[in-house]
Nanobody, 115 residues
Framework: QVQLVESGGGLVQAGGSLRLSCAAS????????MAWYRQVPGKQREAVAIITSGGTTNYADSVKGRFTISRDNAKNTVDLQMNNLKPEDTAVYYC?????????WGQGTQVTVSS
């Protein structure tokens, strides 16, 4: 069973930057997209950024211009560069990789932005 492992979360001051990384423990074939979601307690998990196998990206309005998603299909890795972080970006961030059969999820990494 392939697992996704996130890293790079932590505590940062507002205006700072973090880079999240997500790596698959094995090969995932026929990837449709890779994405980052986030969730705060009591709220639904929301999509932050998505990148298709063809390289098309899409971002939540709240992070446009501040976050950048990138991927390496061959290595099955997806990163999220987060700049100019705000306290409202505080959440658990999850990566996901989807192929036609399975939607893989990581265990999540905490990002905390202090004001």
């Amino acid at each position: 069973q392939v697992q996704l492992v996130e890293s790079g979360g932590g505590l940062v001051q507002a205006g700072g930057s973090l880079r999240l990384s997500c790596a698959a423990s094995g090969t995932i074939f026929s990837i449709i997209y890779m994405a980052w979601y986030r969730q705060v307690p009591g709220k639904q998990r929301e999509a932050v950024a998505i990148i298709t196998s063809g390289g098309t990206t899409n971002y939540a309005d709240s992070v446009k211009g501040r976050f950048t998603i990138s991927r390496d299909n061959a290595k099955n890795t997806v990163d999220l560069q987060m700049n100019n972080l705000k306290p409202e970006d505080t959440a658990v961030y999850y990566c996901t990789i989807k192929n036609p059969f399975i939607n893989y999820w990581g265990q999540g990494t905490q990002v905390t932005v202090s004001s």
